[in-house]
């Protein structure tokens, strides 16, 4: 069974160890997708990542969200 790992820079989580974790795919709404692409924050990062556009296996776990559950109500800072 195939397992996925957290693209978030410097999260080392994945599927089959943590398996107290989800993983969820990046929103399919141009809007809630760059937030999500600001919020993993690749900046600074060089190299095959400096250009992040996430794929379909793309995945970020849950340890990452409030709650530990996705949400695409953002409140404005």
Do not use: I
């Not at 397992?3 to 809630?32: I, M, W």
């Not at 060089?46 to 709650?67: E, I, L």
């Amino acid at each position: 069974m195939p397992g996925f790992t957290c693209c978030v820079p410097g999260c080392y989580s994945n599927s089959h160890r943590d398996r107290e974790l989800r993983f969820y795919t990046f929103p399919k709404d141009p809007a809630q997708r760059d937030l999500w692409l600001r919020n993993v924050s690749r900046a600074g990062v060089s190299g095959c990542f400096s250009a992040f556009q996430p794929t379909t296996g793309h995945r970020v776990c849950s340890a990452h969200f409030s709650g530990g559950r996705k949400t695409y109500n953002v409140a404005a800072s």
